[in-house]
DNA sequence: GTATGTGCAAAGACTTTGCTTTGGA
DNA sequence: TCCAAAGCAAAGTCTTTGCACATAC
């Protein structure tokens, strides 16, 4: 059973169809998709599921902070199931070139930025970092 | 002369009254005002200045780099005037209880930035950090 | 004088919501 | 059974744009 379906059954969630769909689709992706992409990822499983839905459906996992919400600089929301643990914690460069999204993670940054917002007398909740870049040509 | 303004006439862009007061309005502000932030201050001074026109002179502005867009996890954009050196290049601590948003700045993170992205073959042209957390409380 | 800029309202893009029907527990 | 969830379409929110008029250079 997928721990995505796991946790929302704990959560009290009823799992429906489209909502199996839905979280299937979310943790196949590797990219990170927008609601667009994956309405219609999903229905290609199912050609009924709606978008309202998949907004809905991705409005709770977010709310349960199993899925993690991003923009990158775009004009639409893009999602990722999020990890696990905390020390997974990643962040984004996004090619600017390409619109390709890798992925990085560097326990060294972590620290320092838990350093720094400590210094300013604050507790961390949450954060992003982005890169915005190109390959550099040899 | 305010420096936005020379430089917006550099750029060969015409000086209406509703541009001076739009600059102005950016110049003075120390916060992260949204397009209708920027708007309403602009309108006290001349209340003929539309939301359109607010959208129009921005989108220049954030064209020729005098001022950077950013959207701190909410729905609508935010802007500010973008710092003359790259060096100045700082980040945000948004204060989810309040609110507030809080500059930082560190050379250690700048270069460790720098390194992580050179490490992955890319040329960093924009990057971004944001810190979402709250007050120790003591 | 002429290309640009402005205001207004309409259109767009993305997201949310009301309502009725459907379906999981 | 009964309340959560889905589908649809309408409404919302933020942003962009077409058009006629105004204005900086």
Redesign the interface.
């Known amino acids: 059973m997928s721990k995505l379906l796991l946790k929302c059954a704990e959560a009290g969630l009823k799992m429906t169809d489209q909502r199996k769909v839905i979280l299937k689709v979310l943790e196949e992706s590797g990219d990170h998709p927008s609601v667009d992409t994956v309405c219609d990822r999903a229905k290609r499983v199912d050609p009924s599921i709606s978008i309202a839905t998949v907004y809905r459906t991705l409005g709770l996992l977010a709310e349960l902070g199993l899925v993690v919400k991003h923009?990158f600089?775009g004009t639409y929301a893009r999602f990722e199931v999020k990890e696990e643990h905390d020390h997974e914690h990643h962040h984004h460069?996004i090619?600017?070139e390409t619109g390709q999204v890798?992925e990085?993670q560097?326990d060294?940054?972590e620290a320092?930025?838990h350093k720094?917002?400590?210094g300013?007398?604050?507790?961390?909740?949450?954060?992003?970092?982005?890169?915005?870049?190109?390959?550099?040509k040899k």
Chains 1, 2 share one sequence.
Do not use: M
Request: charged content about 25%; cysteine-free.
């Open positions: 923009d600089g460069l090619d600017t890798i990085f560097s060294e940054l320092h930025i720094i917002a400590e300013l007398g604050y507790k961390i909740i949450d954060h992003t970092f982005e890169i915005f870049g190109h390959k550099i």
